[in-house]
């Protein structure tokens, strides 16, 4: 009780000093709360295109070649894919992917006009095709070119406004098609080929037959190779793999880029990585400043306060009060301070950011996420130096006569 009624008697004091520490563990909280939810939102929306994805292109050669002029087209072809999957060891997956634009869709509801892509059944995993009810394509679905189709989540809505496609039809060109799933919704911000949740996912066999690649494409040609390294330490092995198998297939100069253009999602992640990691470094040093600065205004009013309160350490020392009895009393105050000011500053920064993540964010964003490690440590360091600044003038002043105590403060 005598701690707070000291506390209370000096309640500007002890407002200042509670109010630099919270300002500081509420900014810190906040900063790293901001970077490491622009970090995660980034990684979601990677994660949404693909898996450690590598998207082989088909292009033209600029170099030449075993005899062959610059600016042939090269284009994949079925084979293509047997002969990469089995010289390419460092790769966990190669797939083809044979698409349609121009496809006419219709149920018995509703028509519309949807990208229509057809691939192996990893393809569902490969680029993160969330299943939201029903099932995608499998490998017996494959093997006896079965006319199913898995739906992405607008064009489900659109071609069965209100109700469940799942099992029921849609024509394709007049193509009958059975519904087997219907895709989670997802959040997309890049795309190679337009967004995943407008289109109609095929096998590749029934694609081949129903639908197969336009001229100046042949019917074993298909659009875009789809690669997927076995661990992201193995990319650009695996990326170099799969250019000398299709370069031999093709008979171009493995170096030309040009003739195999890849995007490199797994590149783009790390490019992105680094740029997080420094983005986490500035953010530490602006931190650091940040502590210091509220530290140093922490201590200023500290040993103010302690140095005002000379004279009533002297009359404690002289009616008896051992030095120990008065360190303790100023350690109390002081702790009492941190915590307080502490819990109420996490409170208020885990508090803001609930109420801002109440809001709708944009896709690149996943809201501020605050940390608890970035919470307490600026918590436990700010405490720290408001009971040091506490302590240190306490014990000098403690350690005087008191006479010279209460001339001090007579004098002051």
Not at 152 to 168: I, T
Not at 178 to 203: C, E, H, R
Not at 276 to 293: N, Q, S, Y
Request: charged share 20%.
């Amino acid at each position: 009780m005598d701690v707070l009624r000291t506390l209370w008697a000096h309640k500007l004091r002890a407002f200042l000093t509670m109010f630099g520490i919270a300002w500081g563990i509420v900014s810190i909280v906040l900063m790293v709360a901001a970077g490491e939810g622009l970090r995660k939102g980034q990684e979601e929306q990677a994660r949404n295109l693909g898996k450690d994805i590598m998207i082989v292109f088909h292009g033209r050669t600029s170099l030449q070649a075993g005899g062959m002029h610059a600016g042939r087209v090269v284009r994949w072809e079925d084979a293509d894919v047997g002969v990469v999957h089995d010289e390419s060891p460092d790769c966990e997956y190669a797939i083809p992917e044979l698409e349609q634009d121009t496809v006419r869709a219709h149920s018995n509801f509703n028509n519309g006009a949807f990208t229509v892509t057809g691939s192996y059944p990893p393809f569902g995993y490969i680029r993160t095709l969330d299943i939201g009810a029903g099932r995608f394509y499998d490998w017996d679905d494959m093997r006896e070119a079965r006319r199913v189709a898995f739906l992405g989540s607008d064009a489900a809505k659109q071609l069965f406004p209100g109700r469940s496609p799942v099992n029921d039809t849609i024509y394709l060109n007049d193509f009958p098609y059975t519904v087997i799933g219907v895709m989670a919704k997802k959040k997309q911000d890049s795309s190679y080929d337009g967004w995943d949740v407008n289109k109609v996912f095929l096998p590749f066999t029934a694609m081949r037959r129903d639908f197969p690649d336009k001229p100046p494409g042949t019917p074993t040609t298909f659009d875009q190779l789809l690669v997927t390294p076995r661990s992201v330490g193995q990319h650009e092995a695996c990326k170099h793999e799969v250019r000398v198998a299709l370069a031999r297939m093709h008979h171009y100069d493995p170096n030309d880029k040009e003739a195999c253009p890849i995007w490199d999602t797994v590149q783009e992640a790390q490019a992105f990585k680094t740029m997080t990691d420094g983005m986490k470094i500035f953010l530490g040093a602006v931190g650091i400043v940040t502590l210091l600065l509220g530290g140093i205004g922490v201590m200023n009013v500290m040993l103010v306060a302690v140095r005002e309160r000379t004279r009533e350490i002297g009359v404690r020392k002289a009616i008896g009060a051992p030095a120990g009895t008065i360190l303790r009393q100023f350690f109390m105050e002081a702790l009492i301070i941190a915590l307080l000011s502490g819990a109420i500053g996490l409170g208020i920064a885990f508090g803001f950011c609930a109420l801002v993540n109440m809001l709708p964010m944009p896709d690149f964003f996943a809201g501020l996420t605050p940390s608890w490690t970035s919470g307490l440590t600026a918590a436990g360091l700010l405490g720290a130096i408001a009971v040091g600044a506490a302590l240190y003038p306490a014990k000098r002043a403690a350690s005087v006569d008191p006479i010279e105590a209460l001339r001090y403060e007579a004098g002051g």
